[in-house]
């Protein structure tokens, strides 16, 4: 499976929001690289590929791909112990929001 296609996986199943959480509970040198690779990196006008990441975190472009590729395979077929973190996060931030808006209106 492509990294491409990991990605549209990922994101058909938890959505952007899920990816920003995702980048919570992922390693931050993998936080890095995703942040580069998808365009969500403060400073970035675009997304980079794998050789302009790998250029700037001293890596080759095929490291990067393979850091990539497993951070959304353990995103998307997280060990027991981790398997509903996404999910969690999620729910704390529509909670969240949720209470934003109600204390809004009062």
């Known amino acids: ?11 058909s199943k938890y ?8 980048f919570v509970i992922v390693p931050p040198r993998e936080e890095k690289i995703l942040r ?3 365009g969500l990196c403060e400073g970035e006008s675009r997304p980079l590929n ?4 790998g ?3 001293g890596l080759s472009g095929s490291r990067i791909g393979q850091i990539v590729s ?3 395979r353990e995103l998307l077929d997280p060990p027991r ?3 509903n973190q996404i999910e969690e996060i999620l ?3 529509r909670e969240a929001k949720k209470w934003r808006e109600e204390e809004g209106q009062s």
């Open 1 to 11: 499976m492509t990294t491409k296609s990991l990605l549209e996986q990922f994101l």
């Open 15 to 22: 959505g952007e929001d899920g990816l920003r959480a995702a």
């Open 91 to 93: 729910e704390n931030w």
């Open 36 to 38: 580069l690779w998808v």
């Open 70 to 72: 497993k951070a959304l």
């Open 81 to 83: 112990w981790k398997s």
């Open 55 to 57: 250029k700037r975190c």
């Open 50 to 53: 794998f050789k302009e990441i």
